[in-house]
């Protein structure tokens, strides 16, 4: 596993919206595996290895984290803000800040008081942001309308081969996809095969549409975080038992080919490879919705990574289950590589 790139792609900031930062990280990282490298107007990203091939498989994770944005600026010099994405509110108040700006990284804080933290409707109009200036005037010599803002966290190791860190979800996905293509690549895969880092899951989910049709791919693998049940506030009734450090996880959905989701299966026996499996009553509310409707309909299955607190400032995965995802997708693109279309 390379744990630099892993890092390199978590030290990003990538609110959707603003993915480039991730995509110049995958790019500069795949430039030696892939036979192309794609970039479209809203800097989705997509690794090709076999372009030639009959059979197109598509890959997808989502480059994109949640976030805020500034959308005002008091005359005190505060920054008001919107939200870009499902972020937890509470999460956020009295939290260090940074904010992606044209010339660089700027800090700040995010008010709190006691009133505040009371506040049962809490928004985020609610918020305001101080980053140390004197008035709107000079908060616009740092910052400007629409830069990027992120929990100010660290990336952490912890206890059997455990990590912590903002925004696992999904650039650990995207982590997953472009080292199984590699390790495909060096087995022998002969299969097309397309590994878009995706733009926008979080707010508009059109990085997954775009990508797909115009990869016009016979099958899509999306990957993607799953909160696990081995903490309180899950109930294992709704999903399913997920528990982290035991593997990869297969979705029973009605929007995944039931077909796929055996060979998965068949694929992780083959390597040795343990999974588990959640149900889901409708769609999968990821980026694999949009494939699914693209084009003529696009078979889909999803493989997703046990995700302790997720969209909160300290995700917890298992690297073994990381480890796990690359195995059994790159055994998978094996095994559609030797099959006809």
């Known amino acids: 596993m390379n744990e630099n790139f892993l890092e390199q792609l978590l030290s990003q900031i990538s609110v959707s919206g603003y993915e480039e930062p991730v995509q110049d990280v995958v790019e500069n990282h795949m430039k030696d595996c892939a036979d192309e490298i794609r ?29 805020l944005m500034i959308s005002n600026i008091t005359e ?18 009295g939290q ?50 629409g830069d990027p803002i992120v929990l100010d966290t660290h990336i952490r190791r912890m206890a059997n081969g455990r990590m912590t860190a903002r925004a696992l979800d999904d650039r650990i996905g995207v982590f997953i996809i472009m080292e199984a293509v590699r390790k495909a690549k060096e087995r022998g895969c002969k299969a097309g095969i397309y590994a878009a880092s995706t733009v926008g899951e979080e707010t508009t989910k059109s990085g997954a549409y775009w990508t797909s049709t115009r990869i016009q791919p016979d099958l899509a693998v999306v ?15 709704d999903t399913g038992t997920v528990t982290l450090g035991k593997g990869p996880v297969l979705c029973n959905s009605p929007i995944v080919v039931k077909k796929l989701n055996e ?79």
């Open 39 to 67: 970039r479209d107007e809203m800097s989705n990203l997509i690794c090709v290895v076999n372009p030639e091939a009959e059979k197109r498989i598509m890959l997808s994770a989502h480059a994109d984290e949640i976030g």
């Open 76 to 93: 005190n010099g505060r920054l008001q803000v919107i939200d870009r994405g499902g972020i937890i509110l509470a999460t956020y108040l």
């Open 96 to 145: 260090q800040v940074q904010i992606r700006t044209a010339n660089g990284i700027v800090y700040g804080v995010v008010e709190a008081c006691r009133e505040l933290t009371k506040k049962s409707d809490l928004k985020t109009s609610d918020f305001l942001i101080d980053i140390g200036a004197v008035d709107r005037e000079d908060a616009l010599r740092y910052v400007s309308l």
């Open 223 to 237: 990957v993607d975080v799953t909160y696990t049940s081995d903490y309180e506030g899950v109930n294992a009734a």
């Open 263 to 341: 060979q998965m299966k068949a694929c992780a026996e083959k390597a040795g490879i343990e999974v588990q499996i959640e149900a889901a009553s409708r769609l999968s509310y990821t980026d694999g919705d949009k494939i699914h409707f693209s084009n003529q309909g696009v078979p889909m299955v999803l493989v997703s990574i046990p995700l302790r607190y997720m969209h909160t400032p300290a995700e917890v995965a298992d690297l073994k289950d990381v480890q796990g995802c690359i195995d059994l997708i790159a055994e998978f693109l094996l095994a559609q590589s030797a099959e006809k279309n």
